[in-house]
């Protein structure tokens, strides 16, 4: 670079700040070394330079917020975000699940106990329910397990299983819903006969 040529004013502040390009640095460093004038303008350049930097890091261009009182859009996901809102919704789908379930003809507790005796009589009644543990009275007291079946009216095999005896009868455990309708409770003996039938009933 001549003497005649200058370096522009910019050409100074970006090698004051170590951003002019690599093919120009030299030949501005060499017109440098000859001209007090763009030496003095360096200076300037520099000190400039330096001050914007310190300005801009204790004092940042502030940024411009919408004003208070604007309207915000509000989406339906910032709805969805609010507490309430969320337990509402939630209360809401949990009454629906209840209402589904609860709507059909039948409800099934979780379990229902009855204590039957040998048929005499009237069969007695229970609620629908998931499992129904029995109390076979007039059963043996001692020995076992006992082969136990449930039938309904037809006759058709509800529930197998076996159950011990115990100080006040056979205990038997159902682990079947039953709806409602009548059946019958039968315990067989070790060669396959009945030793004692009971009844009970489930109400609709």
């Not at 640095?25 to 000190?47: K, P």
């Not at 996901?77 to 379930?101: E, T, Y």
């Not at 397990?145 to 115990?166: C, D, K, T, Y």
């Not at 056979?170 to 059946?183: E, F, N, T």
């Amino acid at each position: 670079m001549e003497q005649k040529f200058h370096g522009t004013d910019d050409q100074l502040e970006q090698y004051a700040l170590g951003r002019l390009a690599s093919s120009d640095v030299e030949v501005l460093e060499e017109h440098l070394m000859i001209c007090v004038a763009c030496q003095e303008r360096l200076d300037g350049a520099a000190d400039f330079a330096l001050g914007m930097k310190e300005v801009l890091e204790t004092d940042p261009v502030p940024v411009e917020l919408p004003p208070q009182d604007a309207p915000r859009r509000v989406s339906w996901f910032d709805w969805v975000r609010r507490p309430a809102f969320s337990m509402a919704l939630g209360f809401a789908a949990l009454i629906l699940v209840i209402g589904i379930l609860s709507n059909g003809r039948t409800k099934f507790v979780p379990s229902a106990s009855l204590q039957l005796t040998a048929m005499r009589g009237e069969m007695p009644f229970t609620v629908p329910a998931r499992q129904f543990d029995l109390t076979l009275a007039d059963a043996p007291r001692e020995g076992g397990p006992f082969r136990i079946e449930v039938v309904n009216e037809m006759g058709v095999s509800m529930w197998r299983g076996l159950a011990p005896a115990g100080p006040d009868g056979v205990h038997v455990s159902v682990q079947q819903k039953l709806a409602p309708g009548g059946y019958f409770v039968r315990i067989y003996l070790a060669d396959g006969k009945v030793l004692h039938e009971y009844g009970f009933r489930v109400r609709a």
